[in-house]
Structures are given as structure tokens and as C-alpha cells.
């Protein structure tokens, strides 16, 4: 089983700790504010006040141990850097910090945080991109330039053929996959999801089809938006 350590539980740690527990991953959450820590303990594996720049107090926890570190630490500059130096030095397999500005996120970058999180300017971008697209159902960013997004099939889309749509050399993206909507009958009338890996050129898109499509940022965003 994964080993998440989730250091600093303002909103966003609180949060991250929650989810991850309530996922059945094995927790450490820690923060210097015991009443943080009691909030947290019933949701995770273990949940202990500690200074997290203090090293030997990051081994008893064995920070090292763990395969991702995410130092959540919202406030204070300095003890997130000195927190992200000591998960690093102590062997973290992945250490993911936290940043409030770019400046910052480009000296934890410096220091070796192996991913930056803005979570600010994450969830702006992302609401921009709803805004802009609403057929937007889902969006996983590969790297700074490419990205996985999940679009409800455009208007312009439906009853036509991956080959008609031509989206390889029209708009530059890739087809993955295709999620359906499926009526079968078992005790009345059911509809259940299926998913085409790698669909063919010859397939059809339907009406309520959800589109897995790859490809660099801007040429997701030129897709149809009806």
C-alpha cells in the first residue's frame, strides 16, 4: 500500500489528508497545531504534532519511508523550504511542495521538490477552461505542454466518423478512447458506461459519447466549444 505523509494542514492539507485517507491510502499528517491534529487524527493512519523542520522529529515519523511527501505548509517561506530539504534529505521517494507565488515555487524547485503545486493558480486555470469549453467533463496535465481531456462529443461531432472528423490533422489532438452511454435490460430498462480503448477510423460518434483526446495544451482548447 502507498505511504503519503501530508505536512501542514491549513485548508489545503486538511483537504489532501481527507481525500487520501478516505481512499483507503496508509496516512501521516502532521502539523505544529495540535487542534489541527486532532481534527485530522479520525480520517487518516497516523496524525502527530511535530515541528517539521526539525529532522530528528521528521525520522522518528520516518518521512524517509514514505512514497510521496507532500509539504502543504501554506504560510512561512522558510519552513517550507527547510521542511522540503528534510524530506528530500531523509530519502522521500517524491517530494510535492507547495507554493504561493512563483518566485517561491522557483526556489523549491531549486532545492529539489521534485513537483510544484499552486493550487491558486490551478484551480483558476481550471475554471478557465470550463468556462471557455463547457463541454469539458475532465482534464489530466501530462507535463507544461500536453494534456488529457475528457469532452463531451461537440454537435458538430456526432453521427460522423472518427475518419470524416479528420481531429489528428484538423485540430492536432489524438482519440483514446470513447466513453458510451449503454441501455441493457435487466429488471427494466439500466444504462451502463463502456469504454472503447483505441476506437477505430470508422467509428461513429453517438449523441452523450464522452471524448478521451491527447494533445498540447492550445490545440485541446481550439476544439469545437457547442
Given at each position: 500500500?502507498?505511504?503519503?505523509?501530508?505536512?501542514?494542514?491549513?485548508r489545503f492539507g486538511m483537504r489532501l489528508a481527507r481525500e487520501l485517507g478516505a481512499s483507503g491510502l496508509e496516512v501521516i499528517a502532521a502539523d505544529r497545531n495540535?487542534?489541527?491534529?486532532?481534527?485530522?487524527?479520525?480520517?487518516?493512519?497516523?496524525?502527530?504534532?511535530?515541528?517539521?523542520t526539525d529532522e530528528e522529529a521528521m525520522r522518528a515519523q520516518s518521512i524517509g519511508e514514505v512514497d510521496v511527501c507532500v509539504v502543504a505548509i501554506g504560510?512561512?517561506?522558510?519552513?517550507?523550504?527547510?521542511?522540503?530539504?528534510?524530506?528530500?534529505?531523509?530519502g522521500a521517494r517524491q517530494v510535492i511542495a507547495r507554493a504561493q507565488t512563483q518566485s517561491q515555487a522557483d526556489i523549491l524547485a531549486?532545492?529539489?521538490?521534485?513537483?510544484?503545486?499552486?493550487?491558486?493558480?490551478?484551480?483558476?486555470?481550471?475554471?478557465?477552461?470550463?468556462?471557455?469549453?463547457?463541454?469539458?467533463?475532465?482534464?489530466?496535465?501530462?507535463?507544461?505542454e500536453h494534456g488529457v481531456v475528457q469532452l463531451r462529443a461537440p454537435q458538430s461531432f456526432r453521427g460522423k466518423t472518427l475518419a470524416q472528423l479528420k481531429l489528428r490533422s484538423r485540430y492536432q489532438?489524438?482519440?483514446?478512447?470513447?466513453?458510451?452511454?449503454?441501455?441493457?435490460?435487466?429488471?427494466?430498462?439500466?444504462?451502463?458506461?463502456?469504454?472503447?480503448?483505441?476506437?477505430?477510423?470508422?467509428?461513429?460518434?453517438?449523441?452523450?459519447?464522452?471524448?478521451?483526446?491527447?494533445?498540447?495544451?492550445?490545440a485541446l482548447t481550439s476544439l469545437p466549444h457547442e
Open positions: 500500500m502507498r505511504k503519503i505523509a501530508v505536512l501542514g494542514l491549513g495540535g487542534r489541527l491534529v486532532d481534527e485530522i487524527k479520525d480520517h487518516v493512519t497516523v496524525a502527530v504534532q511535530m515541528d517539521m504560510e512561512g517561506l522558510e519552513s517550507s523550504l527547510l521542511t522540503t530539504l528534510i524530506a528530500k534529505k531523509l531549486r532545492i529539489g521538490a521534485d513537483q510544484i503545486i499552486q493550487p491558486e493558480n490551478d484551480a483558476a486555470r481550471e475554471l478557465a477552461r470550463r468556462l471557455v469549453n463547457p463541454q469539458l467533463e475532465d482534464f489530466i496535465e501530462l507535463d507544461d489532438v489524438n482519440v483514446v478512447a470513447i466513453k458510451r452511454q449503454v441501455e441493457f435490460r435487466q429488471n427494466g430498462k439500466e444504462t451502463r458506461e463502456r469504454t472503447i480503448a483505441v476506437p477505430g477510423s470508422e467509428e461513429i460518434i453517438q449523441d452523450n459519447d464522452i471524448l478521451v483526446l491527447v494533445g498540447h495544451h492550445e
